[in-house]
């Protein structure tokens, strides 16, 4: 909107498309109530999911990883062995005792790395065993939770498809009637809107109160309110106030 524009258009007026703005945002407000948490739901099993997936990963590998220091540790025997053997040959043909000693040294730390590789083998084996089923348990609920995550998709498209021409309609007839309202106050709108609990900007006088707070308007200010001449907010929420009979007056033209 122009600033000229701005100028030509009365305070009544004003008010009166503030309020038509706030009429259609409930409005939308209610479609999206009537989706519920499902899109909340559908995101968190989505977050679910990936985080599954994960983890799915991250035990594959440690699975693999497992296995390999499992192959490693059966070769690493296969050597000890192999010098074993080797050692014992070249018992039979020393030439002294320090050299008997010694190949027997080596036997022995041998036969001791068999030892504790083989315990690792069995540590490995047995750690496999938990991970694997920590990977089945996994596997088996992110099949659950994609079951879980079609379904409520599925409810909630199903939701949404109901709705979705009538909320794109008040969407372009909100568009419609932010495009009658000067930018200054159309920014202060969206911000009171939006930290409004119940999403209402604009409220009219009910039994002498605000009907967004419900605090006590001073009969002075509510007969500012009613002679329509400037823009007034609550003193107490913010929330910027009109008449009830032109609130009446807008949500008849809505009927």
Not at 74 to 82: F, G, L, M, Q, T
Not at 159 to 177: F, G, M, P, Y
């Amino acid at each position: 909107m122009s600033e000229k524009d701005s100028k030509e258009i009365t305070v009544e007026e004003k008010l009166k498309a503030l309020y038509d703005l706030q009429l259609v945002n409930s409005e939308i407000d209610k479609i999206k109530t009537l989706r519920g948490d499902l899109p909340l739901e559908v995101q968190d099993l989505e977050d679910e999911i990936a985080g599954l997936n994960t983890r799915v990963a991250n035990l594959t590998e440690e699975i693999q990883q497992i296995d390999s220091s499992i192959t490693g540790r059966k070769a690493d025997i296969e050597n000890s062995k192999s010098l074993i053997a080797k050692y014992k040959e070249q018992q039979d043909n020393v030439r002294n005792n320090r050299e008997y000693e010694n190949l027997a040294k080596e036997i022995e730390f041998q036969t001791l790395e068999i030892e504790l590789s083989e315990k690792r083998i069995n540590e490995a084996i047995n750690l496999s065993g938990v991970r694997k089923e920590e990977l089945e348990k996994a596997k088996t609920l992110i099949s659950e939770r994609n079951e879980d995550l079609e379904l409520k998709k599925k409810e909630l498209d199903e939701v949404i498809s109901e709705t979705k021409q009538e909320e794109e309609n008040l969407r372009d007839k909100a568009k419609e009637i932010e495009g009658m309202i000067e930018e200054r106050l159309l920014t202060a709108f969206k911000r009171i809107r939006k930290n409004a609990r119940n999403g209402l900007a604009v409220v009219a006088v009910e039994r002498d109160a605000c009907g967004g707070c419900f605090n006590k308007i001073p009969p002075q200010r509510q007969l500012d309110i009613r002679i329509r001449k400037k823009i007034i907010v609550c003193e107490y929420c913010g929330r910027i106030l009109i008449d009830p009979e032109l609130a009446a007056e807008e949500m008849s033209k809505k009927n």
